[in-house]
């Protein structure tokens, strides 16, 4: 079986999984520094502030780092959904006496392109991993040429073939316990989704390439657990979100720390697209799947006033609180320390 320094020069099977909104570099250092695979999300981020981030993780380490990406196709408009959508939030500016305004909106989500391949072939990074399928062949071709790996993520054994034929270099497994956005791109139908211990085993037997286990590993245990039922390493996300290099805001935190993270839900609520995240009031009473959301990305846009609103007031009534089904291995400790943790090193 390869391992996860063959395939990357990467001293621990232990990959810190992108997280956007989150982490910026800080957390992608602390991981690398440490020996294991530090990574940094970047669909949220313009190419100067991309620049920017990699300046900093270069200034502070040599070590390998990964940078993540998004393949969506960016949806069509669609006025009618976007009213409907507007029209159920009504009553929550109503409460919190904000005035709707159309035009207001975070950070938006943006699709791989030309433009964002030809920066990553510039700055040559040991990885980058996608989310959503692969970019256009084309753009793919150009990536591996400047010698970057290419990691991509798949919830089902025909996804993980998908990824195989076309030009991956590892597949992330992505288990049903995971937090965040679910990875499927080639059917909707998340009753195909399955836990990581059941769908590792089954890629793993179909497929020639390293497999990287994603969902629910949050100890050493769970790290060992998955390498050996076939995995070169495993990607961990919700362990790190307590620790001092992440960004994780205080309402995120307190969530993770209570009894309420023992209940997380898959919900299209916050983006158009499934994912999942601690339950609060909006998944409650919008979802956990609604019908009436627009497609990804374009949901977060009028959510954007009330969380931001709601947060002053100290409640995440409607905050993406993002989080595996496995809270246990949350800790406020170094990014460091918790990356030695999983790879054994108590």
Known sequence: MTTLRELLNVDYPVIQAPMAGVQDSALTIAVSKAGGL????????????????????????????????FCHTQPPEDPEKEAAWRQSLQPYYQELRLEMNEDAGGPGRRPFDEQTADLVAELKPAV???????????????????????LASATTVAEALWLEERGADAIIAQGLEAGGHRGHFLSDDLGLHMGIFALLPRITSRVKLPVIAAGGIASSEGVKAAIQLGATAAQVGTAYLLCTEAKTSAIHRAALQSQQASHTEITNVFSGRPARGIDNRLIREQGPISLRVPDFPNAAA??????????????????????????MGCEEISAGEMTLRLAGFE
Do not use: Y
């Not at 530090?38 to 990964?66: H, Q, V």
């Not at 006033?305 to 496995?326: H, I, T």
């Open 38 to 69: 530090g990574s940094l999300p970047c669909a949220m981020l313009t190419g100067e502030k991309i620049r920017e981030e990699i300046a900093n993780i270069r200034a502070a380490t040599d070590r390998p780092f990964n940078l993540n990406f």
């Open 128 to 150: 980058v991993s996608f989310h959503f399928g692969l970019p256009a062949p084309d753009l793919v071709a150009h990536i591996k040429s400047n010698g970057v790996k290419v």
């Open 302 to 327: 009028a959510l954007a006033p009330l969380r931001s609103e709601a947060e002053k007031l100290g409640k995440g009534d409607f905050s993406p609180l993002w989080a595996g089904q496995n809270t």
